[in-house]
């Protein structure tokens, strides 16, 4: 089943594209959600309504979670349920710049068994399932190992550098780095050109959920910023942050927080 899931999400992800992409770079209408929850466009809520016609139709009875949708918690009654952010990366979105995504899975009593990852102006699919591997456009790809993480790369947001989130106050050494994109952020841990990703805040499942198996099934450590392990479909639909490394480097970041 994961499988076909895959391929249904495939297929969303590349038509969802057609509607998107020419609506880039600020031709489409914009306006601000309430409450300061961040812009949202014309493009959003019309990939958002062909996924509703064409997922709920092939799969009636998953549950639904979506950035541009209503939450409704029927959906916890349901063992599967789609987790969908429209689009990843909205701002960058309406600047026209490349990195934003696509980000559609599915979860299964809390586990994510399948994901799809698409950014249609760089061209690049990133695909997973539950134990089958990571794949970038079909290619399998792995998280890069051995480093340590004075050496390393981090993608993270400057709020993740306060002193408040590490153990004495003291922030560790590393390169930090910054895409908009959660999803594409840990998409990059998977394919090894970044040695890890870190967000503190607490997270929406929609902005995590793809990346997070993409990056496990790649070979990443993925957990939450307390360490246990990542779980979707809950009632909040949010998540107490995310990190996803390899093992080694995971460690190091997680002994070193102020948890």
């Known amino acids: 089943m994961p499988e076909r899931d895959l391929d249904l999400l495939i297929s969303v992800a590349e038509e969802a594209a057609k509607i998107a992409v020419p609506l880039a770079n600020g031709r489409a209408e914009m306006w601000e959600k309430s409450g300061g929850a961040g812009p949202v466009t014309e493009a959003d809520l019309a990939v958002n309504a062909m996924l509703e016609a064409r997922l709920k139709a092939a799969r009636p009875d998953y549950g639904w979670l979506s ?5 409704d918690l029927k959906r916890l009654q349901n063992p599967t349920c789609f987790i969908l952010d429209p689009i990843d990366g909205t701002r960058s979105f309406i600047a026209g710049e490349p990195s934003w995504a696509h980000s559609f899975a599915t979860a299964q009593n809390g586990q994510v068994t399948a994901a ?5 102006v760089l061209k690049r699919m990133y695909t997973a399932t539950l134990g089958g591997g990571a794949m970038l ?11 340590q993480l004075s050496d390393a790369d981090i993608l993270a947001a400057k709020p993740a550098l306060e002193p408040s989130h590490w153990s004495g106050g003291k922030v560790p050494l590393f390169q930090r780095h ?29 902005d995590i959920c793809a990346g997070a198996l993409i990056a496990s099934e ?10 246990d392990r990542l779980q979707f479909n809950g009632a ?24």
């Not at 790649?218 to 360490?227: E, F, I, Y």
């Open 236 to 259: 909040s639909a949010m998540t107490k942050g995310a990190i996803a490394a390899p093992q080694t480097v995971h460690d190091e970041i997680f002994s070193q927080l102020n948890v």
């Open 218 to 227: 790649a070979g990443a450590r993925v957990s939450d910023r307390k360490g």
């Open 178 to 206: 910054h895409r908009p994109s959660l999803a594409y952020r840990m998409a990059l841990v998977a394919e090894g050109s970044f040695d890890g990703m870190i967000t503190f805040r607490d997270t929406w499942e929609w």
């Open 137 to 147: 456009n079909g290619e399998k790809i792995e998280v890069c190992k051995g480093r």
């Open 116 to 120: 799809v990852i698409y950014l249609p």
């Open 67 to 71: 950035e541009e949708t209503e939450d």
